[in-house]
């Protein structure tokens, strides 16, 4: 079972349910070069491919021999989603060994405060602060940059009686 991240079975779900399965445009909220290092990962993986572009505004990169690029769901990104199954890989004596899969670390505050802010009645900052052993100004900040900025999750608040201003993800 391949891992991803959130952001890239965003981007991945997307292209695999358009025409031709492509990836451009992307729909996720990324900002800077983020899209840029999330299709590299994706590319690695071989979880999407480089095709000729046919339409100038789905353009990844040019290349001077093949002109236009963008970039295209392979089946492996439909088996990797559960959409359908892969074909089976053909075997070359010649071929270079694939790259070893990227490893995802387990068990980290990222992870632990998507899960608290996933769990039912979400959390307050407060309650993050003392699971984390971080900071109140910590917390709002992983929640609006790595979170919101970075990863693209839409995060919402509302007061809650007793409890104060609890946080979830939507």
Known sequence: MIQLTDTQAVILSAACAREGGMVFPVTAKLKGGAVGNVCKSLLK??????????????????????????????????????????????????????????????DTKQENLIAMLRAEGGATIEAIATALEWRSHTVRGALAGALKKKLGLTITSEKVEGRGRVYRLA
């Open 45 to 106: 993986r071989g979880l999407i491919e480089e095709v000729a572009a046919t339409d100038l505004n789905t353009v990844w990169r040019h290349d001077e021999e093949r002109g236009s690029i963008t970039l295209r769901a392979t089946a492996l990104a439909h088996a990797a989603l559960g959409i359908s199954e892969a074909p089976a890989p053909e075997t070359d004596a010649s071929a270079e060994p694939a790259p070893e899969p990227a490893r995802h670390r387990t």
